[in-house]
């Protein structure tokens, strides 16, 4: 791992500036700072190898900063997840936002398995010389920022399972919510048409008109019949509960 894609801080204004440490202002300042530090670069003719060596370095450090971005997205989203503060309409703007990281990891990826095996010329490559292990630095470099890119596609498709899993949950509970208000529209409806059903039978400009001789054959009739319709919805709310709670008693006796 080369200084350079450490990432070390900068120097404050007041601290003196030290060799060791690279400003990154510009690339250029980068890669002669690179350069000045590469021990193999001593000899009498170095190997190109050898003096590419840094620039990849310093491109492989330029995708460790573009992973380290997607990181921060990633840890965004999951934070929000964590707080389950978020609703559809959050966790569909989420999912658009994966979709887009999860393309732009996917090119990313086909990228860096072009550097990871470098194609150089066999001359350049002598295994008595540190050309080859510079070679071998520069593969190892871009496999470790491959290894960084296939985690966060990991992560990526950990994150939309969980999204979708939290989707699907909020969707049934707006399922069960809709399903208690008609359960309640239903017991109205229940309870008003009996009533509606007697009137337009007996009619209410006769004796069985509020007030008239019958009025009492009609209320009891149209009575009755929402007090048998209530009782059968009792009975198929409320049976299939205590059969499976008598079975859960059976199986534990």
């Not at 573009?66 to 703007?93: F, K, M, Q």
């Not at 509020?210 to 209530?230: D, I, N, Q, R």
């Amino acid at each position: 791992m080369s200084r350079y894609r450490s990432f070390l801080p900068h120097s404050t204004p007041d601290a003196e500036a030290s060799f060791e440490i690279d400003t990154r202002n510009t690339y250029t300042e980068s890669f002669i700072h690179c350069l000045k530090r590469n021990p193999h670069l001593c000899r009498q003719q170095p190997s190109p190898v050898v003096i590419i060596q840094d620039l990849y370095r310093i491109i492989a450090s330029e995708w460790v900063a573009v992973n380290a971005y997607l990181e921060r997205d990633l840890n965004a989203i999951e934070w929000r997840l964590e707080r389950g503060t978020a609703n559809i309409s959050t966790l569909d703007i989420f999912l658009e936002q994966i979709f887009v990281m999860r393309r732009r990891t996917r090119k990313y990826e086909s990228l860096i398995d072009n550097h990871v095996h470098v194609n150089l010329p066999t001359h350049w490559l002598d295994p008595s010389e540190p050309s080859s292990s510079a070679a071998d630095a520069i593969s190892s470099d871009f496999q470790q920022v491959r290894d960084l890119i296939q985690r966060n596609n990991e992560r990526i498709a950990q994150t939309v399972s969980l999204i979708t899993s939290l989707m699907s949950v909020i969707e049934g509970k707006r399922a069960t919510d809709l399903n208690r208000r008609l359960t309640i529209l239903a017991i109205v409806a229940t309870v008003a048409v009996p009533f509606n059903v007697f009137a337009a039978v007996f009619g209410m400009q006769t004796e069985y008109a509020p007030g008239g001789e019958k009025f009492g054959v009609f209320l009891w009739s149209a009575t009755g019949t929402v007090g048998a319709l209530m009782v059968c919805y009792l009975a198929s709310s409320v049976g299939p509960k205590l059969e499976e709670r008598q079975r859960r008693l059976m199986g534990l006796g």
